[in-house]
């Protein structure tokens, strides 16, 4: 028989760890299993909590019965979705005057914040050809991920300090002053920085515009969760707002994703927005119809379902005042885990210091438990979490927070 050969030059790669885990999790029969691994938000009773905000609006959506809702979208997608998310990431409230600072913005609909972040980077690749993109050290993994596959060649600057567990802003300034060249794109997190919780503070944002535009770098927003992290939508888009309204010099984009703030994460709606500086007016048409060319080549238009859902929300005042609502009871709830989990290591008087728990901020944090300790914590208790000693504060609830805490009491008394 002949053998039977293949074209392909192909070698395994690493499984995706978050969704790993997620499968690990799914099929563990164990009954006191915790699942702290893919940042989604859970009920106290550790279930999926569609907004009650999203439930009004789909069945306001299906009363409509509007024809025209499995229709085609233009490439650039639902265009009045796209203003709407505009306005919600940059803060325009329909004042007069807003229209020329509007005129800087090209807008699409992506495939959710992953789908954001891939399409800039392919836009960036292709377009602007960075030498370097300067990804935060952690960041979430799948920025290096995105980066490799648009072929930019990546580095870290330092973000985390280990031995005091903060945000190292010394050494992200002097490593990005030093290091990054003219042209070089930085990626940063609007708020809620994954997987560490630490952000900077306003001054240090403010620092971190001024070297982005005295050295020339181009500024790469990821915005996974305004609101979702704060309980508030302007807070948490306080450092892309002071970039676009302070530094009009400078050209920057915006990744925004839905699927936390909305709990839409299956649905994969997000938009990417390309602001040009002040001076070329005419650029951001062209932007626009680069990107749909690229959008018309890779998924022809991104989904339309929950974009709907959004656009419906955000076009009614008492939805949208609702939907506050929905987003204060998701980031207090996470803000009483974190106190929760943080008492009860002290009350067990844990090793260690405990007091960055309650100082982190969004759906993570970053425990620093060391990969031996997270897999003794898989083995041993069936609670799961990152490698990296990321977790999701979310997967803890009233009734597993003692238990994960005299797990995690455990497994560092008893290492060897
Ligand atoms: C996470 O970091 O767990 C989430 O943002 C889910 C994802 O896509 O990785």
């Given at each position: 028989m002949s053998k039977i050969d293949t074209r392909l030059n192909v070698s395994p790669v690493p499984p995706d760890e978050i969704f790993a885990l997620n499968g690990a999790y799914a099929v563990d029969p164990h009954p006191q299993k915790v699942s702290l691994g893919v940042g989604v938000y859970r009920t106290d009773d550790g279930k999926p909590w569609p907004l009650p905000v999203v439930q009004k609006a789909e069945k306001e959506l299906v009363v409509d019965d509007?024809?025209?809702?499995?229709?085609?979208?233009?490439?650039?997608?639902?265009?009045?979705?796209?203003?709407?998310a505009r306005d919600l990431m940059f803060g325009f409230e329909g004042k007069q005057g807003e229209e020329e600072a509007k005129a800087r913005i090209g807008s699409v609909q992506t495939v959710a914040g992953t789908g954001a972040n891939h399409l800039g980077a392919l836009?960036?690749?292709h377009h602007m050809k960075p030498p370097t993109v300067w990804l935060s050290n952690p960041s979430w993994a799948n920025h290096q991920t995105i980066w490799e596959l648009a072929g930019v060649p990546r580095k870290t600057y330092p973000y985390y300090h280990a031995a005091t567990r903060s945000f190292d802003f010394e050494g992200m300034m002097s490593s990005l002053e030093s290091e990054a060249q003219e042209g070089d794109?930085?990626?940063?997190?609007?708020?809620?920085?994954?997987?560490?919780?630490?952000?900077?503070?306003?001054?240090?944002?403010?620092?971190?515009?001024?070297?982005?535009?005295?050295?020339?770098?181009?500024?790469?927003?990821?915005?996974?969760?305004?609101?979702?992290?704060s309980g508030s939508v302007e807070e948490d888009a306080w450092a892309v707002r002071y970039f676009f309204n302070n530094k009009p010099d400078m050209e920057m984009c915006v990744a925004q994703s839905f699927s936390k703030n909305f709990g839409l994460y299956g649905q994969r709606v997000g938009a990417f927005h390309y602001c040009t500086n002040r001076a070329s007016t005419t650029l951001r048409d062209v932007v626009v119809n680069n990107l749909c060319h690229l959008i018309?080549?890779?998924?022809?238009?991104?989904?339309?379902?929950?974009?709907?859902?959004?656009?419906?929300?955000?076009?009614?005042?008492?939805?949208?005042?609702?939907?506050?609502?929905?987003?204060?009871?998701?980031s207090s709830r996470i803000k009483t885990m974190r106190k929760a989990l943080y008492n009860e290591l002290v009350r067990l008087q844990t090793p260690g210091t405990w007091e960055h728990i309650i100082q982190q901020n969004g759906m993570f944090s970053y425990t620093g438990l060391s990969p031996k300790q997270v897999y003794a914590l898989k083995d041993k208790y069936h609670i799961y979490l990152l490698k990296s000693g990321r977790a999701s504060i979310s997967g803890l609830s009233q009734k597993n927070v003692a238990y994960v805490a005299q797990a995690i009491d455990d497994v560092i008394r008893n290492e060897n």
């Open positions: 509007d024809l025209f809702r499995h229709e085609y979208t233009a490439i650039e997608g639902d265009v009045p979705f796209l203003g709407i836009f960036l690749a794109v930085v990626l940063l997190h609007a708020c809620a920085h994954n997987p560490t919780g630490l952000d900077p503070n306003k001054e240090q944002w403010v620092a971190i515009a001024d070297l982005c535009e005295r050295k020339k770098l181009f500024p790469f927003f990821d915005s996974a969760y305004q609101g979702f992290a018309r080549g890779e998924f022809s238009m991104g989904p339309r379902v929950g974009c709907s859902i959004v656009k419906k929300v955000l076009t009614s005042e008492e939805l949208t005042a609702d939907w506050h609502q929905d987003l204060q009871v998701m």
